[in-house]
Structure formats: C-alpha cells, structure tokens
C-alpha cells in the first residue's frame, strides 16, 4: 500500500481513478485512502492489513447469500464462502498484500455472477460491488459469463451482471495493457518460470 498512500498523499481521493501497473485498484485505493484519513499514521499499516481481511469477510458473506441456493444446506454455503478468508489465492503474498486483493476479487466476481441473489435488497448490494470491484484486466474473460447471466436472469437479478458489465466498461477505459512490460521472449529465456506464474494465475 505504499505507492496507494503516495498517490493518495499527494492527489486526494481522486488517486482512486489512477491506474497503477496498468490498470485500476479501487478496492484498494478506497482502503488507502480511507486509513490514511481516518488512522493515525503509525496505525496505517494495522489499518491496511484489517481493512484487506475485512473486505474478504464482506466477499464471503455475500458468497455465502450466493451460493445458498445451490448448497445442499446451510452448512456447505458457509464453507464455501468462508474460503475468501481462509484460503490464498494465486501466491502466497496475497494473504498480506493490499495490491494483490485482486485475485480475490477475480474469483469473487465469478461467484456472485453465478449467484441467485433473493430479494431486491441482496440484488442491490451485489449489484453495487460488482460496479466498483472490477480492477484486474482477467475480470474481461468474465464478460462471456455476464452475459449469458443477463440473458438467462429474470426481473431485478438482471442488475447484477447488469452491473458487473458497467464496471467492466468503466475500467476498459483506464486500462493501460503497455505499462505491464510484457515480454514474450521471457517463455523461452526462463520457460520454468514462466510456466509457474501462468500456472498460478490460471
């Protein structure tokens, strides 16, 4: 959260639009900015690492409103939205990295786009975090998904891919694919390496 509490430091809660690596973080940014406002600054480090595993709690609880319609019981959907907290995604740095909450983002995103969400309130709230969640360049691969959601959903629950599709446009706009550096050449230079970051990611 370092580069985050710069740009926030010096541009104000506009840095959330400012894209970083490429594309946008603003979960992340939010979560910057909001500790650098409201926590003493030798509390900002505590304040970050809080806010990260609190906002994986949040994805968890609406996993679980997600994934209750196709549990078995009450108990399996807990289990299965209790892994945003429990469970690393992609390397193991995401557990502690502000940055990385991508990846659980990504995976997030999969899951309330496949979720029934029941009345209007629960529609409302997974509509309002897919507008805002989107930030990792993978979440484009989930358009296909979104989709198929908004032609197969019925009545409000069109808004949740409606939303995700919103935040997906937004984001195509301050998306900088150069700044990432990509070298092709590195697959046949470093072929282990390389092999392992794709494995991981996928």
């Known amino acids: 959260g370092t580069v985050f509490l710069t740009d926030f430091l010096r541009t104000g809660w506009s840095s959330v639009w400012q894209s970083y690596s490429g594309y946008l973080h603003v979960p992340a940014r939010l979560i910057a900015g909001g500790c650098a406002t409201w926590a003493p600054p030798e509390t900002y480090d505590v304040c970050v690492g809080a806010s990260s ?33 429990w469970v690393p995604v992609g390397q193991q740095e995401a557990l502690g990295n502000v940055t990385n909450l991508r990846w659980f983002i990504d995976a997030f995103l999969v899951v309330v786009l496949l979720g029934c969400f029941r009345g209007f309130a629960a529609v409302v709230v997974a509509a309002l975090v897919l507008v805002v969640t989107p930030s990792d360049p993978l979440v484009v691969l989930l358009v296909p998904l979104a989709l198929w959601r908004l032609r197969t959903l019925s009545g409000s629950g069109r808004l949740v891919p409606g939303a995700f599709l919103a935040g997906v446009a937004a984001l195509a706009v301050f998306l900088r694919p150069g700044d990432r550096g990509a070298d ?18 996928g």
Do not use: Q, T
């Open 184 to 201: 092709p050449a590195l697959f046949v230079r470093r072929p282990l390496e390389m092999a392992e970051r794709v494995l991981v990611r």
């Open 53 to 85: 595993i609190g906002l994986r709690g949040v994805f968890a609880l609406i996993a679980m409103a997600a994934l209750a319609p196709y549990a078995r019981g009450p108990h399996w959907a807990i289990a299965a939205g209790a892994l945003f907290v």
